[in-house]
């Protein structure tokens, strides 16, 4: 059976009026149209329903039993609707987000000040991992989405880059390469190097560089967490490299970045389940990481901090 909603529509009005006209008037159809309509659902129904004579349109026995069950669930189709549209618009809950440790402590912080002005019935809980485990939690259904380094060769998620940032050198001020404007990658060869390990996103993408550009360095430490980076190099243990979101260096320490040439960038990206809708509270927090990915982009290009 090929019964439409308009056609239901249209005869619980009928029903309700008494008139062909009137029933138009209320749903803004005109005459010729709702007759039409009732006749397509009598058509496909293979039932009179209404019983028309010049002065009066009455309800059938069957079209009585009809109209009455009709105007209630129609009713509920409309609650229903209305709810849904209502879950669409709605602006709060709790939003779970994961993301590694150098987003987490570069990029997030303004996320959530900014989220929390703006949207301040949506609660955030922020988990700070390295990469493998916000994929897996990802995947796991754990958070809500992701924020992850990239690129990522993956094909169960849904990706948006959203920040490109450059790999920098850091080294102690009285290091040969600091008198360099523009260190060249060739210029690590022979060095001892101090690299985050494998669990961060950026290892991977490093190593990769290393290789391109024909470095033949020695890795003397890899460490876990990005922060450990500055005292190891400060210490004398070896230089290092990082992106651009490490930045700014702590303060107090003799220590500086300088850009390495050829420039080879990593992306900071948003990620979240293929074929899986965010919900409406999940959705403008995804929005709002995108947007202050871009306002860093702007402050980077009106004050360069490297």
Known sequence: MNYTLRQLR?????????????????????QSA?????????TEMGIRLLDRTTREVLLTEAGEQLASRLERLLEELNTTLLDVRSYGQ??????????????????????????????PDIKIMLRDRPQQW??????????????????LQVDDF?????????????????????DQQMVRWEMLSNRQLVLQDYS???????????????????IVQEIG???????????????????????????????LVRRIEPEINRS??????????????AEVIWQEVRQQAILLTQQRELTPAF
Do not use: W
């Not at 961060?200 to 020695?218: C, H, K, N, P």
């Not at 004398?236 to 303060?251: D, E, H, W």
């Open 10 to 30: 249209v005869f619980v009005a009928v029903a309700q009026q008494g008139s062909f006209s009137q029933a138009g008037q209320m749903i803004g159809l005109s």
């Open 34 to 42: 709702v007759s039409h309509s009732i006749k397509e659902l009598e």
């Open 90 to 119: 709605q602006r709060s809950g709790t939003v779970r987000v994961a993301a590694s440790q150098t987003i987490s402590a570069h990029l997030m912080p303004q996320c959530l000040a900014a989220s929390q002005l703006r949207f």
């Open 134 to 151: 916000v994929l897996q939690s990802i995947r796991n259904a754990e958070v809500d989405f992701g924020i992850a380094i990239g690129p």
């Open 158 to 178: 849904e990706c948006e880059a959203i920040l490109d940032e450059p790999f920098l050198l850091l080294c102690r001020q009285d290091d040969p390469l600091a």
């Open 200 to 218: 961060s996103g950026s290892r991977v993408l490093i190593d990769e560089a290393l290789r391109a550009q024909r470095v033949e360095a020695e």
């Open 225 to 255: 967490h990005p922060a450990t980076l500055y005292p190891m190099v400060e210490a004398g243990i070896g230089i290092s490299i990082l992106p651009a979101l490490a930045l700014p260096l702590p303060q107090g320490r003799p220590l």
């Open 268 to 281: 900071i990206m948003l990620i979240r389940r293929k074929n899986r809708s965010l919900t409406p509270a």
